[in-house]
C-alpha cells in the first residue's frame, strides 16, 4: 500500500536553525496539501500544488516558509531561522485532480528548542 | 467562509455504548463534508465522507453520520463503541474542488472498559 509518505518523522533542532521537510504523495495525485497541527488543536491549512504549481498560501505561511514540488511529483517544506512557535506536527496530504478526499501522511513531528 | 464546531472537546463512553460526535458546520455554499480519525502518533484516516448524494452516510469501522441541512449539523455516530476506537476525531468542511478543508477542533474519544 504506498500512501502519503513523509521523511522525517520526527525532528528537534535548535532554534534558528532551518529545517526541511518532504512529502511524498500517492504516486497518480495531481494535488499536495501541506498542513501545520498543534497540540489540542485541528490541523491548519498552509498551502497546496496542483502539479508543479503553488496555488495558495495561507496567511499562516510567514516568509520564513517556503515550498516546493519542482517536478509535480514530491514536496519539501523548508523553514528558516526556527522559533520555538514553530514546535508542531506537519502534515502533507494529497488527492486527485478530479476527487475532494485528501489521502493524509503520517506527519513530522518538529520541536524548536 | 466555512468554519466548523464540534460541540464537545471529549468524550467518554463505555464499551458496548453508543457513540455521537457533534459537528456543526457553517458554509456559504453546498459543502462536502468529512470526519477523520487520528490514533496516538499516526496519521488521519478517513471515516466517511458526504459529497451531496445520500444524506446518512456509512463509513468504515461502524461508524455513519448523517448530513441534516436545516441544522448544519453532520454528527457521528456508531452504535457500540469498541476500545480501539479511542482517538481523535475530526469533522471537515470543504468547498466543491476540494481544496479548501476547513478542520474543526476536533474531540478526544476514550471508551471505558
Known amino acids: 500500500d504506498t500512501g502519503v509518505s513523509q521523511d522525517p518523522r520526527h525532528k528537534i533542532t535548535k532554534r534558528g536553525q532551518n529545517v526541511t521537510f518532504r512529502c511524498d504523495p500517492i504516486s497518480e495525485h495531481n494535488r499536495l496539501y501541506w498542513y501545520r497541527q498543534t497540540l489540542g488543536q485541528g490541523p491548519e491549512f498552509l498551502t497546496y500544488f496542483q502539479n508543479e504549481a503553488q496555488l495558495e498560501k495561507s496567511r499562516l505561511l510567514s516568509d520564513r516558509f517556503s515550498a516546493e514540488r519542482p517536478k509535480g511529483s514530491f514536496s519539501t517544506l523548508e523553514i528558516q531561522r526556527t522559533e520555538q512557535g514553530d514546535s508542531a506536527m506537519y502534515l502533507c496530504?494529497?488527492?486527485?485532480?478530479?476527487?475532494?478526499?485528501?489521502?493524509f501522511g503520517p506527519g513530522t513531528r518538529l520541536t524548536v528548542l | 467562509a466555512q468554519s466548523v464546531t464540534q460541540l464537545d472537546s471529549h468524550v467518554s463512553v463505555s464499551e458496548g455504548t453508543p457513540v455521537l460526535l457533534r459537528c456543526n458546520y457553517s458554509s456559504s455554499y453546498s459543502p462536502s463534508l468529512f470526519w477523520y480519525v487520528q490514533h496516538p502518533n499516526k496519521g488521519l484516516q478517513l471515516l466517511l465522507k458526504?459529497?451531496?448524494?445520500?444524506?446518512l452516510v456509512k463509513g468504515i469501522n461502524g461508524f455513519e453520520a448523517e448530513f441534516k441541512k436545516s441544522e448544519t449539523s453532520f454528527h457521528l455516530t456508531k452504535p457500540s463503541a469498541h476500545m480501539s476506537d479511542a482517538a481523535e476525531y475530526f469533522c471537515?468542511?470543504?468547498?466543491?474542488?476540494?481544496?479548501?478543508?476547513?478542520f474543526g477542533p476536533g474531540t478526544r474519544l476514550s471508551v471505558l472498559p
Open positions: 496530504a494529497s488527492s486527485l485532480l478530479q476527487a475532494i478526499t485528501q489521502y
Open positions: 471537515v468542511v470543504s468547498d466543491d474542488y476540494g481544496q479548501n478543508f476547513v
Open positions: 458526504y459529497t451531496s448524494a445520500a444524506t
